[in-house]
């Protein structure tokens, strides 16, 4: 079955780490996106992929990096710059480019500082 | 920066009876979409609507699209309890392809 798969779906972090979240998708979709989900509130996306190596800020990109080597894949990094982590953290794709079609998402990683 | 802004923020009703969500967004958009979310969730797409498209129909769900007032419409009809879930709206602009959420609707739904 195709989808979205984000890993892990739990994940914990002390301060001052650095932490990766997973997601892959093998929907061939060529774009990608992160979005940040604070408790009762909507998503707000950090960063969005387009094609392959490609990358663009979202509008809350501070404190997190990604990286776009593979067309399957678009890991976050949530580094230690970003002062509150601790969210749900959505991975979605769509294709063609997003325009005129549903976004599929994952299931979501829930990460909490410690 | 959030572009839809759902009304209200928390729905309460009775199984059978038809729930309406209101959406309004601030910038042009080339469509409008709609994403449900059981708590804990990933968001699950419902249905889409074109800038250029004033009605949608997909079973019991039917939105609306007013361009002009910048405003759209969810109407879930004969509800049922698995229907209870967060409703979000969400707008892709014409200048680029990246979507905004709004903060949903919370619609509980008791058998």
């Known amino acids: 079955d195709g989808g979205i798969t984000q890993s892990p779906k739990y994940l914990f972090r002390k301060e001052g780490q650095n932490v990766t979240l997973s997601c892959e998708q093998n929907l061939n979709h060529d774009a990608m996106y992160w979005y940040r989900q604070d408790p009762g509130q909507g998503l707000r996306l950090i960063y969005y992929s387009q094609i392959v190596n490609d990358f663009q800020k979202g509008d809350i990109a501070e404190g997190y990096s990604v990286s776009r080597e593979k067309k399957e894949s678009f890991p976050l990094t949530v580094t230690s710059a970003q002062k509150n982590p601790t969210a749900f953290y959505l991975c979605?794709?769509?294709?063609?480019?997003?325009?005129?079609?549903?976004?599929?998402f994952g299931s979501g990683t829930r990460l909490t500082v410690v | 920066s959030q572009q839809g802004e759902e009304d209200p923020q928390a729905l309460s009703i009775q199984e059978g009876e038809n729930a309406t969500m209101n959406c309004s967004y601030k910038t042009s958009i080339n469509n409008l979409q709609w994403y449900r979310q059981n708590s804990g969730r990933g968001l699950v797409h419902l249905i889409l609507?074109?800038?250029?498209?004033r009605e949608k129909h997909s079973g019991r769900l039917r939105v609306t699209l007013d361009t002009s007032k910048k405003s759209s419409s969810l109407l879930i009809t004969a509800s049922r309890a698995a229907d209870t879930a967060s409703y979000f709206c969400?707008?892709?602009?014409?200048?680029?392809?990246?979507?905004?959420f709004g903060a949903g609707t919370r619609l509980t739904v008791k058998p």
């Open positions: 609507i074109r800038s250029n498209e």
């Open positions: 969400a707008t892709v602009p014409y200048n680029n392809n990246d979507m905004r």
């Open positions: 979605a794709s769509s294709n063609p480019g997003g325009k005129g079609y549903g976004y599929t």
